[in-house]
């Protein structure tokens, strides 16, 4: 085994890519007057925009998920300002063109039995378009992200929210 340039070994990651998925940092902030104000402003002085925002509150912390227009750029801020997060995948589902939208992508769901953790929407279009879509976080992500596209639904990918 050999180890260096000329192993030939690429060393791809799975940040960036463009299959269907999104990252959503889970930053951790103590649950004070303030503390999303410092966050967001963060990102409000940089060109690296808040896609999604969602809060999670209890008494002594709060967990605040958010998904940036760029994954790479939103990891720095948040590394640079040492916020503690962590990071997951989430599927960001175009809304379907339809009388009951939440209702179509929740029936697609329980049709292949996959179960929503949570859901919430986006705060801008996304896409050349400017498509109105909702951040979904599924127990099975590569089964959720199957049957959805196998059902005609339309899924963003990081490279979308750039646009």
Not at 27 to 52: I, P
Not at 53 to 65: G, H, K, P, W, Y
């Amino acid at each position: 085994m050999s180890f260096g340039d000329e192993a030939g070994v690429g060393y791809d990651t799975a940040r960036g890519r463009d299959w269907p998925s999104v990252r959503q940092f889970n930053v951790f902030l103590a649950n004070r007057m303030g503390a999303l104000l410092d966050l967001v402003r963060k990102f409000e002085t940089t060109d690296v925009r808040v896609v999604s925002l969602t809060v999670v509150e209890t008494a002594d912390c709060a967990i605040i998920r958010l998904v940036p227009s760029d994954y790479e750029r939103g990891y720095e801020i948040l590394t640079a300002a040492k916020f503690a997060f962590t990071e997951s995948d989430l599927l960001v589902v175009k809304l379907p063109d339809d009388d009951r939208p939440l209702l179509t992508i929740t029936k697609a769901m329980l049709g292949a039995e996959i179960n929503i953790c949570y859901m919430y929407p986006l705060l801008t279009g996304v896409g050349p378009m400017g498509n109105t879509a909702v951040a979904v976080y599924v127990d099975d992500f590569e089964a959720a992200a199957a049957a959805l596209e196998n059902q005609g639904f339309t899924l963003f990918t990081e490279n979308d929210l750039r646009d």
